[in-house]
Structure formats: C-alpha cells, structure tokens
C-alpha cells in the first residue's frame, strides 16, 4: 500500500478541498405505490477535489507517484483528511474526468488538482 509522499505538501490551498457525498442509496420501482429507496451500505466513497500548490520539483515527485507506485492511479494510497484527521484509503478518480490537471500560476508555482475518492479509514 502505498503512501502520499512526505516530500510533497501534506495540506492542500486554503480554497482548495471541496467533498461530495458519495451516493449510497438504491431505488426500487413496485409494481404499485412509490418507488422505494434503500441504503446501498453502511459507507459511501466520498469524491473530493483536491488542490495543491507545488514547485516543478515537487510536480515531478507526483508524476513518479502517479506512474509507478499508484500504477497511473489504479492502486489505492493512504492520505491524511485535511478535515478530519483522520488515515484514509484514496484512490484517483478515473471515471469520466481527468485523473489530475496542473496548472501554472506564476514561475515555478503550479495548482495540482487531484480528482479522488476518500474509502475506508485506515
């Protein structure tokens, strides 16, 4: 298992968290009254979008993270949640959008933005 490097920024931007509420609940049609809806499990996934500022050093630390111990992010890591505190399992979202964008914001200054799901706490 694989952990976020320590060499990178542990925290992301101020602005930089966002969570959405994984969907865990299932609809049932009946043959007659209301749809029923039930909870899937006792856990949702959460998606978050994460945002980091990094130097082009730190950028290629990732880049190595990304290729070779995340296996261009199919295999899972372990993150700290900037809200919580608490050791989760993450692993990069890969479905339907970018796994990662980089943008430059000035010299040797990037925002990486990280599109990942929070699992179970370790």
Known sequence: MALWPINLPQRTLRNGFKVSPGINAIMSENDR??????????T?????S???GMSSAELAIFESF???DLAMGSEEYQW?????QVNYYWVIDQ???LPYSIT???????????????????
């Open 33 to 42: 009254g209301p749809v029923s809806l039930r909870r899937r499990s006792s």
């Open 44 to 48: 949702a996934p959460r998606k978050v």
């Open 50 to 52: 994460a945002t980091f």
């Open 66 to 68: 990304f290729e070779n």
């Open 80 to 84: 700290l949640d900037p809200i919580t």
């Open 95 to 97: 479905g339907g959008s």
């Open 104 to 122: 430059n914001v000035g010299g040797d200054y990037y925002y990486l933005t990280l599109n990942i799901i929070r699992k179970d706490a370790v």
